[in-house]
């Protein structure tokens, strides 16, 4: 699975405006229900909420990848958000997350949800990837580059 197939430009933030976990997490779950108005933004924060409540998906070096499975979509969906600052999101190397990738996947769909997680997983493995995705201005830009680099894998 291509990150091409599932991530769309407009559901990029290059400047996330939160400043905590929760805030981040709607922030970025509002990005998928405008581009998918079948998904309610409150029940989507809620089930983000509840992932979360398991251990936190902020990963380390600076990246979260917060996801869930929810009813009333037939295809993973990737919203992805840069906080500039950084924010708490609880990681478990204890660091600020700069990086995220919301992944939402159709309930009923553990395959795809595991591979695209692990897809999202191994191209921030790249230190010098997300070095560039801090330093890329605009939505477009980082929309071509996580696109560019993800076919590189």
């Given at each position: 699975?291509r990150?091409?197939?599932i991530?769309e430009?407009?559901?990029?933030?290059?400047?996330l405006?939160?400043?905590?976990?929760?805030?981040?997490?709607?922030?970025?779950a509002?990005t998928?229900?405008?581009?998918r108005?079948?998904v309610?933004?409150?029940?989507?924060?809620?089930?983000?909420l509840?992932?979360?409540?398991?251990?936190?998906?902020?990963?380390?070096?600076?990246?979260?990848?917060?996801?869930?499975k929810f009813?009333?979509?037939?295809?993973?969906?990737?919203?992805?958000?840069?906080s500039?600052?950084?924010?708490?999101f609880?990681?478990?190397d204890?660091q600020p997350?700069?990086?995220?990738?919301?992944l939402?996947?159709?309930e009923n769909?553990?395959?795809?949800?595991l591979?695209?997680?692990?897809?999202?997983a191994?191209?921030?493995?790249?230190?010098?990837?997300?070095?560039?995705l801090m330093?890329?201005?605009t939505?477009?830009?980082?929309?071509k580059?996580?696109?560019?680099n993800?076919e590189?894998?």
């Open positions: 699975m990150l091409s197939e991530l430009a407009k559901n990029i933030i290059p400047d405006k939160a400043r905590d976990k929760n805030k981040a997490l709607e922030e970025l509002e998928i229900s405008r581009s108005p079948s309610d933004k409150n029940a989507l924060v809620k089930v983000l509840e992932r979360e409540r398991l251990g936190s998906t902020g990963i380390g070096d600076g990246v979260a990848i917060p996801h869930g009813h009333g979509i037939n295809e993973p969906i990737i919203s992805f958000g840069r500039i600052k950084g924010l708490d609880e990681s478990m204890g997350v700069f990086l995220f990738f919301l939402v996947a159709p769909s553990a395959s795809v949800h591979k695209a997680l692990a897809r999202i191994k191209i921030l493995k790249n230190s010098s990837f997300r070095k560039m330093e890329i201005p939505k477009e830009e980082l929309y580059t996580i696109i560019q993800d590189e894998f």
